[in-house]
């Protein structure tokens, strides 16, 4: 492998993505325009594919003198397609915009494993596929690259037809700024299956769960909504910027010893054993592929459930108190 974990990619070669033209495809306003402006500044020749309907995207990167076309008129011109956008639009889009225009010799990065990795796209033969995934907002990965730093990346490579795939994934995370750095070498499958555990265990799934069950424990009790309200979920805030910058040891020693008991302590009776063997049981339907075929057919059926359990959790009491205390906190906006 070119790269190993932490390393700075030292044989990464300005030279080999400077040698290609480059698609930069989707999500401008996020990703793609610190993709599209590093490559630009490194020498890289770069066209933008974005849809028309996507105005507001389409006008930041014309005003920044980019090429700007429909993003099959994009994979048409360029032999190195970034494919940025979410993967729901990927895998509808890809069949029809991308795979048509891509040649033999040709590369595909991805910034998401997730359609690769249970196939819902299929690359075609011949055609290098890659994944660059850096590990922080668009924003702040153009940020960084101007002020002469850079942000960690993951990096994967699934398919190497040409057997140029490692330098070529290297040189293009050196052209946004990632190896200064360092890169994080991983799999299709394990960046695939970790990003989708995470969601839906941790972030977007177990934490607000736990959060909701919290308020209606308290609630429950007597507690004012308010209140119950502000220690459940308002405050979550400070307590995750504590271990986003210093970890959950850094956490612990933030905040007041008997905070620090009481969390250590009483932590490990709400997410117990029973809690790991459900999260085994998540991890299982991830990894066998059953969480994507179930997704993929709520997704063609117009995301009923989605829209079902979204409007339910609106109407959640926490929400309804959230709202009133959020109307007399304006600095939250």
């Not at 398919?159 to 994934?169: E, K, M, N, R, Y």
Request: aromatic share 6%.
């Amino acid at each position: 492998m070119a790269a190993s974990a932490g390393g700075t990619g030292d044989t990464a070669d300005l030279s080999v993505v400077r040698s290609r033209r480059v698609a930069v495809i989707g999500d401008y306003l996020g990703q793609g325009h610190a993709h599209a402006l590093g490559l630009r500044d490194c020498g890289v020749d770069v066209v933008v594919g974005l849809p028309a309907e996507r105005a507001d995207a389409v006008a930041a990167a014309a005003d920044e003198g980019l090429p700007v076309f429909e993003p099959a008129k994009a994979a048409a011109q360029a032999d190195v397609v970034v494919l940025l956008a979410s993967d729901e639009v990927v895998r509808r889009h890809f069949d029809a915009d991308i795979a048509p225009n891509l040649a033999e010799g040709d590369a595909v990065l991805f910034r998401s494993a997730v359609n690769v990795r249970y196939g819902l796209v299929e690359v075609p033969p011949g055609v290098d596929v890659a994944l660059v995934g850096a590990l922080a907002p668009g924003d702040v990965v153009r940020r960084q690259f101007v002020d002469g730093k850079g942000v960690p990346c993951l990096i994967a490579v699934a398919a190497d037809a040409s057997g140029l795939a490692w330098p070529l994934a290297l040189s293009y995370a050196k052209a946004i700024g990632a190896t200064r750095a360092g890169l994080i070498p991983t799999t299709f499958a394990e960046q695939a299956q970790a990003a989708l555990f995470g969601e839906q265990a941790v972030t977007l799934g177990g934490v607000p769960a736990l959060v909701r069950a919290g308020f209606e424990v308290l609630t429950e009790a007597g507690c004012t909504p308010e209140v119950a309200y502000v220690v459940c979920l308002h405050e979550l805030r400070d307590a995750v910027d504590r271990m986003y910058r210093a970890g959950l040891a850094g956490l612990r020693e933030s905040v007041p010893d008997a905070a620090a008991y009481g969390g250590l302590t009483r932590g490990q009776q709400v997410i117990g054993n029973a809690v790991q063997d459900e999260l085994r049981r998540v991890l299982g339907q991830i990894t066998d592929g059953s969480f994507a075929a179930e997704w993929v057919a709520e997704d063609d059926a117009g995301r009923p459930e989605l829209r079902r359990l979204a409007e339910e959790e609106g109407r959640h009491g926490i929400e309804e108190a959230g709202r009133r205390l959020r109307d007399r906190m304006p600095w939250l906006g």
